[in-house]
């Protein structure tokens, strides 16, 4: 049982290039949501989705999007990444919302130069 | 979810000594979430409350809701070294959907 798994865990990007966070979790959880971690900053959510197809924004959106074409993966998008992108990401999943518990991935550190 | 407040934002110990974290809200809050984060690691999930004055223990952990559901504390006892990392708590707010983090505090143990 993997629970929740991001890929890719390290990247790098020069500004201006986009990629693609993939997040996939094998506990049939209706909610999945993407979390940046910077120092001092705690976990600020970006976007959340509440079951298969839907999206909403969080605290932190501007600069993402998201996707969630299948229940169990939460795509995590930057069209035009800038330095201030540079931070930890994190996915979690949950069966009951912000009503019970969160199961997070390892984290993707990304660094844009 | 509503905004809390966590303090302190750090606290260093020496190992055998307690330590407390406090997360305070100027709203009435639905539930809090504790979950700890190793240097490096994820946040793993520790504990959730909901009811007024609600406490809870895990071994050396003590969870705490207040009585008016504004606050909530963590308590360790005689720390540990494998005590260190940070501590989040969290909160859905009126969302039901969202789980929204304070900043944490960092704890580190001096051996």
């Known amino acids: 049982n993997a629970g929740v798994t991001q890929t890719p865990k390290f990247r790098v990007l020069k500004t201006g290039q986009s990629m693609t966070l993939l997040c996939a979790q094998d506990m049939n959880h209706e909610y999945m949501y993407w979390y940046r971690q910077d120092p001092g900053m705690g976990l600020r959510l970006i976007h959340y989705s509440v079951g298969e197809g839907t999206t909403a924004k969080g605290e932190v959106p501007d600069g993402y999007n998201v996707s969630r074409l299948k229940k169990q993966n939460f795509l995590l998008g930057l069209e035009s990444a800038a330095p201030s992108q540079t931070s930890v990401y994190f996915c979690a999943s949950s069966w009951t919302g912000g009503k019970g518990e969160a199961f997070f991935g390892q984290g993707t550190r990304l660094t844009v130069v | 979810g509503q905004q809390v407040m966590q303090i302190p934002q750090y606290q260093h110990v020496q190992e055998g000594e307690d330590f407390t974290t406090y997360c305070n809200s100027s709203t009435t809050l639905s539930n809090i979430q504790w979950y700890k984060q190793r240097p490096g690691g994820h946040p793993v999930f520790l504990i959730q409350l909901v009811k007024s004055g609600e406490v809870k223990k895990q071994k050396r952990l003590t969870f705490q809701f207040g009585e008016a559901k504004k606050n909530s504390s963590l308590h360790i006892t005689a720390t540990q070294t494998t005590d260190v990392g940070t501590y989040f708590c969290?909160?859905?707010?009126?969302?039901?959907?969202?789980?929204?983090f304070g900043k944490g505090t960092l704890l580190t143990v001096n051996p």
């Open positions: 969290a909160n859905s707010g009126g969302s039901n959907y969202k789980l929204t």
